[in-house]
Structure formats: structure tokens, C-alpha cells
């Protein structure tokens, strides 16, 4: 059986938890199954691996019309594949045309969900209604759709009600326990600006909305003056997140010390690096289907403090692993907390509780990595999906 994987991130163009998790099922299906990767970008040296760029004549369109360009490339040269299956909205047009130009099966992977990120919108324009309506017929066109939690099924069935609930299989997101692990080396991690003697709150996302950093910068004023805050966060969505979050940023420095924003992309090494020497990793997210970045921090032996939303309480058992932070939210698809200053008080709440102690903090840490030994590897999720491409090709 050949499966050819549309992806429009994948090493070393990886900037989100998709590209992540792409890279890593491919690593864990190519043990016995024929896998081609189609991504967005140059070239990569790797076999059965090729890159597609934006055709010239869209060198300046839309982004979602740009991205159309890419797929239709990709599905013309999917011919051949028993399979498709396309991750996030920027491939799903891609599998979708691929299934019906060569009658294969396509299956989407859902990391996200364009109704549920309305913010897209300050970023792609007009585009955003072409990207909600690719996904939207990719969906509802494909054979099988997995969601990587029971919240993002959930999802799923409620933005698209015409779905037959039989189609869409929860395959959780997965962590490979031999690269993510802790790390201590306090010279690399004074080097990142975090002094390791001291307490420390570690967040590490995309400046995007759905990360929710103004409301985590919020809450950073209310910790423990010697409670170093430590913000890996780069890639903006838009100038104007950008424009508010370096607004915050500088408030909170102009408050304390021990304020650190490392804004470049780290390597893995370094990020391990930054969470060992870290006490606690917050996810203050508003929307997050599943969030392989507290399976990144439980795997270095950190507990996580996240928002009680989407797929995170299917990650952190509260109490043992970390804390769930109760929020109230719009139900306009944005997730905007209905009470602002409620959820901030609450999350600077459950981050002091957890960093206070740091015995306490320790134990929950290990009791996260042993979480993700038992119930997010790569090697389970691999044999997952490969049993639903036999239930679609034989």
C-alpha cells in the first residue's frame, strides 16, 4: 500500500504542533508502509520526500489562493497512491482533489478547525472564507477524519453537523519519549537568559490568538516576584497580536526582573534545555485541539497548568500531573473568555499553587512523563492509523 502524505509543514519548514506530529507519523508509519510526503516549500533531501512551491503567477495572491496553487500540484502527483491524507486546511484541498481526480480514498487529519478561529481572518482577509470552505468540503468529502482528541470530535460533529459521526476516529497526538526528555545543562540555560536557581514559568507557542499570551502576561503580574517568567514565543500571525503582545511584554519587564522573551525558534536541544531549568509550563490557551507542546513539557519532567478547554484535560489529569484552569467562553467560535479577569485570577491562582512548591511541582513532572510513556507514543498511534488505511484500501 502507498500513502501519500500532503503536509504544507515538514522538516525542516516546521513552525506549529502540526508539523510536529506529521513528522513524527511519518517516522513511525515508513517502518512498514510506503509512505510519500508532498509538502509546501524547497525541496528536502530525503527519499520519497518532495517540496512544491507557489506557482509564479500567485507569487503575490492571497495566501489562500497561493496555497490552492500548491495543492493542485500535489494532487496531480498523487496519481498512483492507494491513499491520501492531508493535515490542516492548507493540504486538505489537496487530498480532496487527489481522491476525486485518481478515485482514492482521502483521509484529513484534523489539528484545528477554521470556524473555531475567526481571528484568521486579521491574517488571510477574503481568505479566510476560502480556507473555511476548503475545509469544509474536504470534510465533508473524506472517507475518514481523525480527530487528535475527544474535545476536537466534539468540535468536529458541531462545525460540521452533516458529518456521519461513524467517519470521524480519535487518534491522539503522540511524543517520542527518546528525543523529548530532560535535559539540565545550566550554562545553556543562563545562556537563554533563565537562571536556573531560580522558580521559573515557561510558556512556549506562536504569538496567535488561540495561545492566549496577553491573558498568561496578564496573569504574570500577580506571580511571586521571584518567579521568572520565560516566554519562547515567536512567529506572529499579525503585526497587531505582535504590536500587543511586545506592548505586554515590556509592562511586565518594566514591573520585574526575570521577565525572558526568546522570540527566535529554538532548536529541540535548546527547548529541552529551557524546560528542564524551568519549575512549570503553562498553556493558557483558548483553543488548542490537543496541544503537543504539554506532551513536549511532560515528557521533560514538567507538570503543565492549562486552560480546561478543547483536548488539554484529556492530557493533564488535575492534581497529578498539573492544573486545569476552569474558563467560561463565548460561543461565537472565538473562545474568548466571558470573564476576562476571572480567568486571569484563576490561572495566576493555579500557577502559584503549583510553582510555590516545588517538591510538589517535582512530583507532578513525574508523574507527567510517566503519563506520556503510557498513553501518547508514537509507536501505538503509528499501528492506529495504519489499521484505518486498511479499513479504507484492504
Same mark, same amino acid.
Given at each position: 500500500?502507498?500513502?501519500?502524505?500532503?503536509?504544507?509543514?515538514?522538516?525542516?519548514?516546521?513552525?506549529?504542533?502540526?508539523?510536529?506530529?506529521?513528522?513524527?507519523?511519518?517516522?513511525?508509519?515508513? /517502518?512498514?508502509?510506503?509512505?510519500?510526503?508532498?509538502?509546501?516549500?524547497? @525541496?528536502?533531501?530525503?527519499?520519497?520526500t518532495f517540496g512544491?512551491?507557489?506557482?509564479?503567477?500567485?507569487?503575490?495572491?492571497?495566501?489562500?489562493?497561493?496555497?490552492? &496553487?500548491?495543492?493542485?500540484?500535489?494532487?496531480?502527483?498523487?496519481?498512483?497512491?492507494?491513499?491520501?491524507?492531508? %493535515?490542516?486546511?492548507?493540504?486538505?484541498?489537496?487530498?480532496?482533489?487527489?481522491?476525486?481526480?485518481?478515485?482514492?480514498?482521502?483521509?484529513?487529519?484534523? %489539528?484545528?478547525?477554521?470556524?473555531?478561529?475567526?481571528?484568521?481572518?486579521?491574517?488571510?482577509?477574503?481568505?479566510?472564507?476560502?480556507?473555511?470552505?476548503? +475545509?469544509?468540503?474536504?470534510?465533508? &468529502?473524506?472517507?475518514?477524519?481523525?480527530?487528535?482528541?475527544?474535545?476536537?470530535?466534539?468540535?468536529?460533529?458541531?462545525?460540521?453537523?452533516?458529518?456521519?459521526?461513524? #467517519?470521524? /476516529?480519535?487518534?491522539?497526538? &503522540?511524543?517520542?519519549?527518546?528525543?523529548? #526528555?530532560?535535559? #539540565?545543562?545550566?550554562?545553556?540555560?543562563?545562556?537563554?537568559?533563565?537562571? @536556573?536557581?531560580?522558580?521559573?514559568?515557561?510558556?512556549?507557542?506562536?504569538?496567535?490568538?488561540? #495561545?492566549?499570551?496577553?491573558?498568561?502576561?496578564?496573569?504574570?503580574r500577580l506571580l511571586?516576584?521571584?518567579?521568572?517568567?520565560?516566554?519562547?514565543?515567536?512567529? @506572529?500571525? /499579525?503585526p497587531e497580536i505582535?504590536? +500587543?503582545?511586545?506592548?505586554?511584554?515590556?509592562?511586565?519587564?518594566?514591573?520585574?526582573?526575570?521577565?525572558?522573551?526568546?522570540?527566535?525558534?529554538?532548536?529541540?536541544? +535548546?527547548?529541552?534545555?529551557?524546560? /528542564?531549568?524551568?519549575?512549570?509550563?503553562?498553556?493558557?490557551?483558548?483553543?488548542?485541539?490537543?496541544?503537543?507542546?504539554?506532551?513536549?513539557?511532560?515528557?521533560?519532567?514538567?507538570?503543565?497548568?492549562?486552560?480546561?478547554?478543547?483536548?488539554?484535560?484529556?492530557?493533564?489529569?488535575?492534581?497529578?500531573?498539573?492544573?486545569?484552569?476552569?474558563?467560561?467562553?463565548?460561543?461565537?467560535?472565538?473562545?474568548?473568555?466571558?470573564?476576562?479577569?476571572?480567568?486571569?485570577?484563576?490561572?495566576?491562582?493555579?500557577?502559584?499553587?503549583?510553582?510555590?512548591? @516545588?517538591?510538589?511541582?517535582?512530583?507532578?513532572?513525574?508523574?507527567?512523563?510517566?503519563?506520556?510513556?503510557?498513553?501518547?507514543?508514537?509507536?501505538?498511534?503509528? +499501528?492506529?492509523?495504519?489499521?484505518?488505511?486498511?479499513?479504507?484500501?484492504?
Open positions: 500500500m502507498r500513502v501519500d502524505l500532503l503536509t504544507r509543514e515538514y522538516p525542516p519548514n516546521i513552525y506549529g504542533g502540526a508539523g510536529v506530529h506529521v513528522a513524527e507519523l511519518v517516522r513511525a508509519l515508513r /517502518t512498514d508502509t510506503d509512505v510519500i510526503v508532498r509538502a509546501f516549500g524547497d @525541496p528536502v533531501d530525503e527519499p520519497d512544491y512551491g507557489v506557482p509564479e503567477e500567485l507569487a503575490g495572491a492571497n495566501g489562500s489562493i497561493s496555497t490552492l &496553487g500548491v495543492d493542485l500540484q500535489m494532487a496531480q502527483d498523487a496519481g498512483g497512491a492507494d491513499l491520501v491524507h492531508s %493535515h490542516t486546511w492548507y493540504a486538505n484541498a489537496a487530498g480532496h482533489l487527489a481522491k476525486l481526480l485518481h478515485g482514492i480514498p482521502h483521509v484529513v487529519t484534523a %489539528h484545528s478547525l477554521e470556524p473555531l478561529r475567526p481571528w484568521k481572518a486579521e491574517q488571510l482577509g477574503g481568505g479566510y472564507r476560502v480556507s473555511s470552505w476548503i +475545509e469544509k468540503t474536504a470534510f465533508e &468529502g473524506a472517507d475518514r477524519v481523525i480527530a487528535v482528541s475527544e474535545g476536537m470530535r466534539r468540535d468536529i460533529l458541531h462545525a460540521y453537523p452533516s458529518l456521519d459521526p461513524e #467517519k470521524v /476516529t480519535v487518534v491522539y497526538n &503522540g511524543i517520542d519519549l527518546d528525543r523529548w #526528555k530532560p535535559l #539540565k545543562d545550566d550554562e545553556r540555560a543562563r545562556a537563554l537568559g533563565i537562571d @536556573p536557581e531560580r522558580p521559573a514559568v515557561v510558556f512556549v507557542g506562536r504569538i496567535t490568538r488561540q #495561545k492566549g499570551l496577553p491573558y498568561l502576561l496578564r496573569a504574570a511571586p516576584k521571584e518567579v521568572q517568567v520565560i516566554l519562547c514565543a515567536g512567529a @506572529p500571525d /499579525t505582535m504590536a +500587543e503582545v511586545t506592548r505586554g511584554v515590556e509592562a511586565l519587564q518594566a514591573e520585574r526582573d526575570g521577565v525572558v522573551w526568546i522570540d527566535r525558534l529554538l532548536s529541540q536541544e +535548546e527547548l529541552r534545555v529551557a524546560l /528542564t531549568a524551568s519549575t512549570v509550563f503553562v498553556c493558557p490557551s483558548v483553543y488548542e485541539p490537543l496541544g503537543i507542546v504539554n506532551l513536549e513539557a511532560m515528557a521533560c519532567g514538567l507538570p503543565v497548568v492549562g486552560t480546561a478547554t478543547g483536548g488539554i484535560p484529556e492530557v493533564i489529569v488535575d492534581g497529578v500531573t498539573g492544573r486545569l484552569v476552569p474558563i467560561q467562553q463565548a460561543d461565537d467560535g472565538t473562545g474568548t473568555p466571558t470573564n476576562p479577569d476571572a480567568f486571569v485570577a484563576e490561572l495566576a491562582a493555579a500557577l502559584i499553587d503549583v510553582v510555590s512548591d @516545588p517538591e510538589r511541582a517535582a512530583l507532578m513532572g513525574a508523574a507527567g512523563r510517566l503519563r506520556a510513556e503510557t498513553a501518547f507514543s508514537w509507536t501505538s498511534i503509528g +499501528e492506529q492509523t495504519r489499521a484505518i488505511y486498511r479499513s479504507l484500501v484492504g
